[in-house]
């Protein structure tokens, strides 16, 4: 188990380094972080100024030796664009979208695993047929799109949600089922499809046979079927809080981590997009790591190195 | 607990006359077995035996109910002479009155829950138990199948496991519902011989000691002959040949049975050894007199195309073949 | 390469687009009559507009940006967060409502001229900040001083660049000398905000300690989401007292939602629309005509805009009214053959729009065309509609014979590379400039070329940009200004298309004018 987490912290680091190099040189070799900060016509001498200002008239292998120098001490420095330390713009904007990923993937489960059940045990012909046009719906809206017509509908129509930033729980309202409505689809659709598979399996005769009830039945199913369940929920779990949630923070004006890089990267904010990428990074390491404990606690094959 | 006997004239347990089982694969209707009997008595032992895929098995599934919703099964069960009348009279046997041992253990036994919690389960389920006593039955039952060290294995998972081990859960799990008949479905099948023979002895030791009757299922005569009062020989998804096990074994009738018998290494009536030639024929393509004719050395030609009588004997043997007529005459 | 249906789809996305919002926008009409206050419907939503009871009621307005105002110091600020600190802080001169003038504002008159490069402006001694201290002669040479001789603080120093220096006199008079003759002087101090004296070393600066002279005082910024701001009961000014009592400025990214907050009754006010986004707005308030889009055309040796005939059959091959009446549905004005509009200072009279004959066009692109591919670039976000009125002007070229080859970019790389080297220049340019005075000044810099070139190689028009940039006299300026504007319509050098007002979307509950230079003075809006 030490060993595992040691070496997923190590793959974790060097993933942090050639991430925040990757950084570097996008900024510098692929974009004009002194253009940006300045207005469209400025003049040859304001750049010159403000390249100096910021540094960047330094050879660049001394701007590089120092950048990372200065990451490995987690100093990213302040934001070029808003001039506070971006270690702090990351911690005020991570829990946000938390909060978000927490209810949505929540509601995520909450709904789409009963519902996948349903789909996987019903002989109804027509509740199959509704189930599966419903999944593959949700598979396929954009999530911009359903953001702007949650709005409409609970919004504007109803009046039950605001129709956009952040306050009290009505606001996370919204944004979390668009977050969640893709999710909710892969869900309930790898939840019907294992589950199939595994009540056709040997051992649910035998728990058939020794007379357990259907309930029972369907927990030795719903064991196995774990795995590939949490792997697909996990994974999108991961996704969003690396700033997959980007379009539907933008939709609800909900300032979290994915608006975040958003403009870090639209600014060439080298200190912010340095802070948000390391931070990601951890986040995702650390998850990762989660998942493996969670993987681990599923399937006891795995923890003997069976699989 | 009844008196441990191996008597074959006690009173009936379980009844099934004229078992169907058509399967609708996609519209097309597979009949798959075609009018089974057997009958099993209180304390008997009975064995079912036959190629793969002639039909035992599925017999024996459709009567605990366990067959695939795309499976019709029609006939007379009765049970303690009472006559099962739907399929959730049927379902309600399972478990506390009928107890089946699959093979494979490792897909038969879920990968991921410890062993003794699928023991334990069955006696939470049928006898209302929490799960402390629960778990202290189960400790016992993995006792009595013998196992070493129960409360350790009450801990493990199927793949820590030796084939045996596991079967020996399984057989666990089936007695912890204390039932009256135990179907062993190819219980043995896939573990070495001496493994095997430590099974087949667990689960004679268990008919004696507890008074509960055994249907073996196998394709592996030699195997089970020898543990079994009755013997019936499928073929085709019907009973070709069926009877007190001694009679059969000394003087098989069916050419079926014989075949079978010829194809054992060291039995002690035949010391030939002779394969079956061909395959055994698939339940959508059963021929439609006998079904065994396209592989037997004495069909008679034209006459075997028809269905073949029944012929019964005064020992109750019963035996499905034209040969039969033709050696007795009348 | 632009297929015709490019620009049919676009006007179909948009058209679809607003389609939902109108929809939506006649039902929350008639619902917002059921229900009297529609803060409460959504129960714990920030703001949510005025009250209905009387004028000194306090109330609180929420007004939309699309983007996070980035810097707290009021001389670093974008554009997009200009106003809320016009309002925090105040300039020595500022516009009326609709631009004609400059008035007084901390500053007690006009300035007087002492020489062609000095200038003294007495103070109006009730002027006080926040936190009670007056505005003295002495703060404002500081706020000019630390900006001109700051090249960090950039948004703003590039309007003060012609100001070389500033000194107090006595308490109430600064002195202000200027690097040239400068006749935008006057128009320069409209965006220089007054800090108090040692601003910029107070602890804790920019995040706090902001002290200004405004009718509000900032509360504070929670990045990505909103700024507070409280009007300051004690302003030194006129009675605000109907004004909003507190303002809550939020960033919402999105074009389409800000627009449903704000028939939601979230916001009060949502700037930068399109005129048919502002047709789904409760109420929609224009302001006219100080955007004037254009295209500028590469005239470098070598290009085949050079040709004096391939840039007249460009221009003939324009379709301006098409624009006007399909694209904006008639909410925009087919430009006169110049930048700025009648109301504006350097409008020439009689130039009249430019000719549309795709036909004599056709003709000049048979004679004079040699088939080189004509780049053109347009950017996406920096005025409403750009990429299709690009797609629009594309497909007139296109059908005289040009061969175009369009780039609708909203890359900032891209476009400033049209501001920098003559090697990034494309062949055409979508450009929208306001056209107000003193940015049309600065719009001229790139027509004359700032960086040691013309970019339009034409002396007359060099000629006369230094003449605009370094007289005072008013009718030698306007003079100028008619040479340039003839010149530049007459040898083609811009195509100019249309000047489009802005459009700002305002809820029932505020009463307000949207002013030319586009900042929403807080301390203006009253009640409905």
Avoid at chain 2, 91 to 106: C, H, N
Avoid at chain 3, 289 to 310: F, M, Q, Y
Avoid at chain 3, 388 to 415: H, K, P, Y
Wanted: hydrophobic share 40%; aromatic share 6%; charged share 20%.
């Amino acid at each position: 188990m030490l060993q595992v987490f040691v070496k997923r912290t190590f793959r974790g680091l060097v993933l942090a380094f050639v991430a925040v190099n990757l950084v570097f040189f996008v900024v510098h070799v692929i974009g004009d972080p002194v253009g940006r900060s300045l207005p469209l016509d400025a003049t040859p001498e304001q750049y010159a100024a403000r390249a100096e200002s910021l540094g960047f008239d330094r050879p660049l292998w001394e701007q590089y030796t120092d950048y990372v120098g200065d990451v490995a001490r987690l100093d990213f420095g302040d934001s070029i664009s808003t001039q506070a330390p971006a270690m702090g713009s990351v911690l005020t904007r991570f829990p946000r979208t938390f909060l978000l990923v927490g209810v949505g993937m929540g509601l995520t489960a909450l709904i789409g695993i009963p519902t996948g059940v349903i789909l996987a045990t019903t002989k109804r012909r027509w509740v199959d047929r509704l189930g599966n046009s419903l999944t593959l719906t949700a598979l396929s809206v954009p999530q911009f799109w359903l953001g702007i017509l949650l709005i409409l509908v609970f919004s504007l129509k109803l009046g039950w949600f605001p129709t956009s930033g952040i306050g009290g729980w009505k606001h996370v309202v919204l944004p979390s089922i668009a977050l969640a409505i893709g999710p909710l689809g892969k869900t309930i659709q790898i939840t019907q499809v294992t589950l199939r598979d595994e009540l056709q399996k040997p051992y649910i005769r035998t728990a058939r046979a020794k007379g357990l009830s259907e309930g029972r039945v369907l927990y030795h199913a719903l064991r196995n079927a774990g795995v590939a369940v949490a792997t697909v929920f996990s994974h999108e779990t991961i996704l969003a809080l690396a700033g997959y949630t980007v379009l539907v923070e933008t939709v609800f004006a909900w300032p979290g981590i994915g608006s975040l890089i958003a403009e870090a990267i639209s600014n060439l904010d080298i200190p912010l997009t340095s802070a948000v990428v390391v931070a990601v990074l951890l986040v995702v390491v650390v998850a990762n790591s989660l998942v493996d404990i969670m993987y681990r606690r599923l399937d006891p094959r795995i923890a003997r190195g069976l699989k | 607990m009844n008196q441990p006997h191996r008597n074959a004239s006690s009173a009936p347990l379980l009844q099934a006359s004229d078992i169907h089982v058509r399967f609708d694969v996609e519209g097309e209707i597979h009949h798959a077995v075609r009018g089974v009997s057997i009958d099993v008595a209180e304390g008997q032992t009975v064995g079912l035996v036959g190629e793969s895929g002639c039909g035992k098995t599925v017999s024996m599934l459709a009567l605990v109910g366990l067959l695939a919703s795309n499976a019709e099964v029609s006939g007379r069960i009765t049970y303690r002479g009472n006559l099962i009348k739907s399929h959730a009279e049927l379902v309600a046997l399972r478990g506390s009155t009928i107890g089946m041992v699959f093979q494979d253990s490792m897909s038969s036994l879920n990968p991921l829950l410890k062993v003794g919690v699928q023991v334990g389960e069955a006696v939470r389920r049928h006898r209302g138990l929490d799960r402390k006593a629960a778990k202290r039955e189960a400790i016992r039952y993995l006792e009595q199948v013998s196992l070493p060290e129960p409360d350790h294995v009450y801990h493990a998972y199927p793949h820590e496991l030796s084939g045996g081990e596991r079967q020996r859960v399984m057989i666990a799990g089936a007695l912890a519902c204390e039932p009256e008949l135990l179907i062993a479905d190819e219980a043995t099948t896939g573990l070495d011989v001496t493994t095997q023979a430590e099974i087949l002895d667990l689960l004679s030791s268990l008919r004696d000691s507890r008074g509960l009757a055994v249907v073996f299922v196998s394709h592996d005569v030699g195997a089970v002959a020898e543990l079994c009062d009755d013997l019936y020989v499928i073929y085709g998804g019907r009973s070709v040949e069926a009877g007190r096990t001694s009679e059969i074994l000394n003087e098989p009738r069916h050419p079926y049975t014989r075949a079978l018998l010829d194809a054992l290494p060291g039995m002690e009536v035949r010391d030939r050894l002779t394969g079956i030639p061909g395959l055994p024929p698939l339940p959508h393509a059963f021929p439609p007199g006998c079904a065994f004719a396209p592989r037997c050395a004495q069909a008679m030609g034209e006459q075997c195309n028809e269905p073949p009588p029944l012929f019964t004997m005064k020992s109750g043997r019963r035996v499905e073949c034209w040969l039969e007529g033709a050696v007795t005459g009348d | 390469m632009i297929s015709p249906k490019l620009t049919r789809r676009g006007l179909f996305a948009a058209t679809g687009g607003a389609l939902i919002l109108a929809a939506c926008s006649d039902d929350s009409t008639e619902s917002s009559d059921t229900k009297p206050s529609t803060g409460d419907s959504t129960g714990d939503t920030p703001g949510s507009g005025a009250e209905q009871a009387g004028g000194t009621e306090p109330y609180e307005v929420v007004v939309a940006i699309s983007r996070d105002p980035e810097q707290l110091d009021p001389h670093k600020t974008g554009d997009n967060a200009e106003f809320i600190w016009n309002n925090v802080y105040e300039p020595l001169y500022r516009r009326s409502v609709d631009g004609s003038e400059v008035l007084p504002l901390l500053a007690a008159e006009l300035p007087t001229q002492i020489d062609d490069t000095t200038w003294e402006i007495p103070l109006n001694p009730d002027a006080r900040f926040a936190s009670g201290d007056p505005v003295t002669a002495a703060d404002v040479a500081y706020t000019i001083e630390s900006i001109v001789h700051n090249d960090l603080v950039l948004s703003i120093g590039d309007r003060l660049e012609g100001i070389a220096s500033a000194e107090a006199v006595d308490d109430l008079t600064v002195r202000m000398t200027t690097k040239t003759v400068d006749p935008i002087f006057l128009s320069r101090l409209t965006y220089g905000l007054i800090v108090q004296e040692g601003q910029r070393e107070v602890e804790g600066w920019p995040q706090s300690g902001h002290n200004g002279s405004g009718a509000y005082t900032f509360d504070s910024w929670e990045p990505g989401s909103q700024v507070h701001l409280t009007r300051r009961d004690d302003y030194w000014g006129e009675d605000v007292s109907a004004a909003p009592s507190t303002v809550v400025v939020r960033i919402i990214p999105d074009k389409a939602t800000q627009l449903l907050s704000l028939e939601n009754n979230e916001l009060d006010i949502v700037p930068e629309l399109s005129p048919d986004q502002a047709r789904t707005a409760p109420v929609s308030a224009r302001v006219s005509g100080t955007d004037s889009t254009l295209i500028r055309t590469n005239t470098l040796n070598g290009r085949p805009l050079a040709t004096p005939e391939l840039r007249e059959a460009g221009s003939l091959a324009i379709d301006r009214q098409a624009i006007v009446d399909v694209l904006f549905e008639g909410d925009a004005t087919v430009a006169e053959c110049q930048i700025a509009p009648a109301t504006e200072f350097g409008h020439t009279v009689g130039l009249g729009e430019a000719e549309y004959d795709p036909d004599r066009a056709r003709e000049l692109v048979a004679e004079f065309y040699d088939g080189t591919p004509l780049s053109f670039i347009a950017g996406a976000g920096f005025s409403p509609k750009h990429s299709d009125v690009a797609q629009a002007v594309a497909q007139n070229l296109q059908d005289v014979g040009f061969n175009i080859d369009l780039q609708i970019t909203d890359s900032r790389e891209v476009l400033a590379a049209q501001f920098g080297s003559k090697d990034g220049f494309a062949d055409l340019l979508l450009w929208t400039t306001n056209a107000e005075l003193f940015e049309a000044i600065q719009s001229m810099q790139w027509v004359r070329g700032d960086h040691g070139f013309s970019a339009v190689q034409n002396d007359v028009v060099d000629a006369a940009v230094a003449e605009v940039l370094s007289t005072t006299d008013v009718a030698a300026r306007q003079a100028a200004y008619d040479t340039i504007n003839r010149t530049t319509c007459e040898e083609h050098l811009n195509y100019y298309l249309y000047y489009l007002d802005d459009f700002y979307g305002i809820s029932e509950d505020i009463a307000w004018t949207p002013r030319a230079e586009g900042w929403i003075i807080l301390k203006d809006i009253r009640p409905a």
